[in-house]
């Protein structure tokens, strides 16, 4: 089995920056996308952007372009969500998942990191 865990959340003022980081451990495997989702209060949990493992090929939902950027260190199995820039509709559970494949589901997810952007 495969653990996913975020950490780095907390309370922030909009406009500050954030670093999320998202670990993956357990029986040895290569993921082939790692991604970072949230949900918000009453909101349907979206999709915020995804690495390619072992690339710096990236994706970013609109929201987040420009703002958010992913990076990875592969001895660590490990990625990061830097968010510069945070608005206060960025307050959501960010959660870090992960698919071994380019066409099947995200399989592995964490438990999720809550970040709160104040005004």
């Known amino acids: 089995q495969v653990h996913v865990e975020e950490s780095g959340g907390g309370l922030v003022q909009a406009g500050d920056s954030l670093r999320l980081s998202c670990a993956a451990s357990?029986?040895?495997?290569?993921?082939?996308?790692m991604g970072w989702f949230r949900q918000a209060p009453g909101k349907d949990r979206e999709f915020v952007g995804a690495?390619?493992?072992?690339?710096?090929?990236?994706r970013y939902a609109d929201s987040v372009e420009g703002r958010f950027t992913i990076s990875r260190e592969n001895a660590k199995n490990t990625i990061y969500l830097q968010m510069n820039g945070l608005k206060i509709e960025d307050t959501a559970v960010y959660y870090c998942?992960?698919?071994?494949?380019?066409?099947?589901?995200?399989?592995?997810w964490g438990q999720g990191t809550q970040v709160t952007v104040s005004s």
């Open positions: 690495i390619v493992w072992g690339t710096r090929v990236a």
């Open positions: 357990g029986r040895t495997f290569i993921p082939y996308v």
């Open positions: 998942a992960i698919k071994r494949a380019s066409n099947v589901p995200y399989e592995f």
